[in-house]
């Protein structure tokens, strides 16, 4: 498709089964029902060696290599993190550092949805917001929401179910597949 738009899907968690994980997954399956939108999943934070500034030099690390591309290639970011001690977790900070030094992410549209309960995830989205800016990363406001889980909101398939919360997440992917 000509005109198809690819959007990142980034987690911040490393927990098997986390609700975030869940989130990007549904953004996933709501994104085949959207004409012109697809999603990429990326593994998130998991296999990234610790950021150091002595290696973000050519020949980059292959993890970090891999990474960059992937957003390289994207037309947008979403990303989905959980909150560690009132900001993001030190893993996922870790990958963002290591897209610090790349041009990729600069100028390109992101989004993220923070699923938290009610009155949490406020510091990791304010952090997200300040790492974001040194990339130079194009935050859409209008693609950064609230779409709190309810325990249980995840079926056994690991998706969301419920059409409110997909309806959400689709509005989300179409702004930011419009750029």
Request: proline residues 9%; charged residues 20%.
């Given at each position: 498709?000509?005109?198809?738009?690819?959007?990142?899907?980034?987690?911040?968690?490393?927990?098997?089964?986390?609700?975030?994980?869940?989130?990007?997954?549904?953004?996933?399956?709501?994104?085949?029902?959207?004409?012109?939108?697809?999603?990429?999943?990326?593994?998130?934070?998991?296999?990234?060696?610790?950021?150091?500034?002595?290696?973000?030099?050519?020949?980059?690390?292959?993890?970090?290599?891999?990474?960059?591309?992937?957003?390289?290639?994207?037309?947008?970011?979403?990303?989905?993190?959980?909150?560690?001690?009132?900001?993001?977790?030190?893993?996922?900070?870790?990958?963002?550092?290591?897209?610090?030094?790349?041009?990729?992410?600069?100028?390109?549209?992101?989004?993220?949805?923070?699923?938290?309960?009610?009155?949490?995830?406020?510091?990791?989205?304010?952090?997200?917001?300040?790492?974001?800016?040194?990339?130079?990363?194009?935050?859409?406001?209008?693609?950064?929401?609230?779409?709190?889980?309810?325990r249980g909101a995840v079926g056994p398939d690991g998706l969301v179910a419920d059409?409110?919360?997909?309806?959400?997440?689709?509005?989300?992917?179409?702004?930011?597949?419009?750029?």
């Open positions: 498709m000509p005109n198809e738009r690819h959007i990142l899907l980034l987690s911040g968690s490393l927990r098997a089964g986390s609700a975030n994980e869940a989130v990007l997954r549904t953004a996933a399956a709501v994104a085949d029902t959207l004409p012109g939108v697809r999603t990429v999943y990326h593994p998130g934070p998991a296999g990234l060696p610790h950021f150091n500034p002595d290696h973000d030099t050519d020949p980059l690390p292959e993890p970090v290599a891999g990474l960059r591309a992937a957003i390289g290639a994207a037309d947008a970011l979403l990303v989905c993190t959980p909150e560690y001690a009132g900001t993001l977790p030190g893993a996922f900070k870790n990958l963002l550092d290591w897209t610090v030094g790349g041009v990729e992410i600069a100028d390109k549209p992101v989004g993220w949805i923070n699923c938290a309960g009610p009155g949490r995830g406020g510091g990791a989205e304010a952090t997200l917001r300040t790492v974001l800016g040194y990339t130079g990363a194009a935050v859409l406001d209008e693609a950064c929401v609230r779409i709190p889980l309810e059409p409110l919360v997909r309806e959400r997440i689709g509005a989300v992917l179409a702004r930011l597949a419009a750029g």
